[in-house]
């Protein structure tokens, strides 16, 4: 059981020694400048703390001790795949070549950048399935963005663009899914899940018709569960002259296995930025891109990057009269492509299909070793994350999901996902991801069956949790809508000042 609380660290202020000095400047061989005459009372309005290097050093290294990342735990984030982030990754985007060069210029100046996104798109074509690939969204959302933009100009081109407004999304989908459509000008209906998991099939029949644009599917879905009628959920909507965009957030699952353009989509998107590495914890950056099939690549952003047939050089084609214009400045996040052509070429086509068989080998022994205290939403094999529930603990003892997550920081493991998908009663949406150890997934599992089991006989511990951190129990809504990192000093005394 987990005692040791973390020491509240001090602040640098906190530390400040009037007077103390971290460094030494050389003798100067210019004429000395009276500095509070050049630049007035500056240092006195700054309040800068006075410290030592090997103080600095300290307090920074410490502090960086205090963060919990992928580097440092397991970190079993459903519907994330922070997977580990090869540091050869780092290396391939470090390269001075790659990091020195300027957007704006000319492209006959930097073949081996546009040789890199060639290769990244001959890749993933290989890897969905699709025929073209566009690596200039930013971000997943943006790519379900692109891709409903695709499409709008799809059926505008066929005459459509006035009768088709309406984009069906499941209830288990992801919130960004109905947002994009929202935001694209579709009007948004939900089809509901079957006891199964799947797609309610007679709720999607009675609701496809002649005003259906399209329809976004998460496959595998977020209940971590493969669409095993995709085929037939897709030549329902084909029929009816509708679209099929897939939401490639769960892609881990497919890699190297199956790939979505087989399964009939029409589009999907990816996040090069969770499935081939680079994870985006604290807020990004992140990187999309989006595949999809012949009858869409007129409308794709400019500029397309492709390969001359004829030369073999790879070339920006902005003569695109059906084009949806840019979407993003320039090419993409380049660098973050430049970390998934790395993660790509690293596993190569013989071993791709080891990082799918593996996620998924992986969140099924976790929701194999809980079954017995937090049983799976749907009980069928998962895919790369498995959906457990916690119902029974809010029915029979009060203890939510949220109080078992928040105990698990105590035990040392990062939380998994809360409440989501929302169809899920006090839902823990975990993905282990394929790159950890057996034994790294066994303490994890052992830390949640001895809180399962807190939870029976001690509940108001998992209320208290976490216990063992510098705070407890945070109002996450507050410490979001009411953010507050700034110093203020409470002695300004003690500041030379």
């Known amino acids: ?94 390269i001075p070549g790659f990091t020195h060069i300027h957007p704006m210029q000319p492209p006959a100046t930097v073949p081996g950048a546009l040789e890199v996104l060639a290769q990244t ?38 005459g459509e663009g006035d009768q088709r407004t309406v984009v069906l999304v499941p209830d288990s989908a992801h919130g960004t899914n109905p947002a994009s459509a929202a935001i694209c000008g579709y009007s948004v209906k939900t089809v509901p899940t079957d006891t199964d998991g799947g797609c309610d099939l007679n709720a999607l029949r009675a609701a496809l018709g002649p005003d259906v644009a399209a329809f976004m599917v998460t496959n595998p879905s977020t209940l971590g569960l493969f669409e095993t009628n995709i085929r037939e959920i897709c030549d329902m909507v084909h029929a009816v002259g509708g679209q099929v965009f897939c939401d490639g957030a769960n892609m881990n699952a497919m890699v190297g296995t199956t790939r979505p353009g087989d399964h009939g989509f029409d589009c999907m998107h990816l996040n090069l930025h969770k499935t081939f590495s680079t994870p985006h914890g604290g807020g990004g950056p992140g990187c999309g891109a989006i595949g999809l099939k012949s009858h869409l690549e007129p409308y794709l952003p400019v500029p397309v990057v492709r390969r001359s047939r004829a030369s073999g050089s790879v070339e920006l084609d902005y003569t695109r009269p ?58 069928r094999p998962c895919m790369h994350e498995c959906v457990l529930t916690a119902e029974k603990y809010k029915r029979e003892y009060g203890v939510r999901a949220l109080d078992i997550s928040k105990r698990l920081i105590d035990y040392g493991f990062h939380p998994p996902t809360n409440y989501f998908p929302l169809i899920v009663p006090e839902a823990l949406m975990i993905e282990p991801t394929e790159t950890e150890c057996k034994e790294t997934l066994d303490q994890f599992c052992d830390a949640v069956i001895a809180i399962c089991e807190e939870a029976r006989t001690n509940p108001q511990l998992l209320h208290d949790a976490p216990t063992t951190q510098i705070v407890g129990r945070l109002d996450e809504a507050a410490a979001v809508k009411n953010l507050d990192v700034r110093f203020r000093s409470a002695e300004p005394s003690k500041l030379n000042v």
Do not use: W
């Open 121 to 158: 798109q001959e890749i993933l074509c290989q890897v969905t399935g699709f025929d073209e690939i566009t690596l200039q969204p930013l971000a997943g959302a943006h790519g379900e963005l692109t891709c409903l933009m695709l499409i709008k100009a799809f059926h505008a081109e066929n």
């Open 1 to 94: 059981m987990p005692t040791k609380k973390v020491q509240q660290p001090q602040l640098i202020f906190d530390k400040s020694s009037p007077g103390r000095i971290g460094c030494n400047l050389p003798v100067a061989d210019t004429p000395e400048v009276d500095l509070s005459a050049a630049l007035g009372d500056l240092r006195r309005e700054l309040q800068l703390p006075e410290l030592g290097e090997l103080d600095v050093v300290r307090h920074f290294t410490n502090l960086s001790h205090l963060n919990y990342g992928i580097d440092t735990g397991f970190y079993p984030l459903g519907s994330c795949s922070m997977k580990y982030n090869p540091r050869i990754n780092e290396r391939t985007a470090g």
């Open 322 to 379: 059906h084009s949806i214009g840019r979407v993003s400045a320039y090419f993409g996040q380049f660098l973050m492509e430049v970390r998934a052509l790395t993660y790509l070429l690293a596993f190569g086509r013989e071993h791709m299909a080891d990082i799918s068989r593996h996620a998924v080998l992986n969140a099924n022994y976790i929701k194999a070793r809980l079954k017995d205290v937090l049983p799976a939403a749907h009980d």
